[in-house]
């Protein structure tokens, strides 16, 4: 399919140059109008479409296909927190089982030389990391019915919570 400029002549142009003029627009934050036509090469026929047929292009074409790749990104975006998340969750897990498994080594080892309350603490700390690590499957399975605007929710509760945050606004 072809577009054609309105104004002047009846000049065809592309889907293969009106997508490369989409992208030049998309790339340079979906400028005005007057600097897309400023950006744009000609084409082939050494032609560029008038300013009117860049505003058609711009309103009809362009900004729901932009739209559309906004939501990829956002959703992508999404995808890569929950990943880290789910990362930094599984390394918590990891962590917690050696804690545990030091805590006794040591226990075992330096029966008569450790308090028994450092030892229980260390223990105690360990499981309790370790619980809340493994309550990942769960929310995963919890995670995955959730909508879009539920999983955002979600994203913005876990930064809105997340102490090294915190931490570097102070």
Known sequence: MTYQSRKYSPIKFSDDYI???????????????????????????SRKPEESTLRGWV?????PEADRLDRLVQEQIDNQVVME???????HSVTAKEMQDMALKYLRANESMMTTANAVRMYVEGVRIERES?????LITEISKDTNEQLLDRVKNIFAN???????ND
């Open 134 to 138: 493994r309550g990942l499957p769960g």
């Open 59 to 63: 309103n009809d074409k362009f900004i």
């Open 85 to 91: 998340k789910v990362e930094m969750v599984n390394r």
């Open 162 to 168: 997340a102490p090294m945050l915190e931490e570097a």
């Open 19 to 45: 997508h490369e003029v989409f992208l030049i627009w998309y790339r340079a934050q979906k400028c005005n109008v007057a600097k897309l036509y400023q950006l744009i090469p000609f084409n082939l026929d």
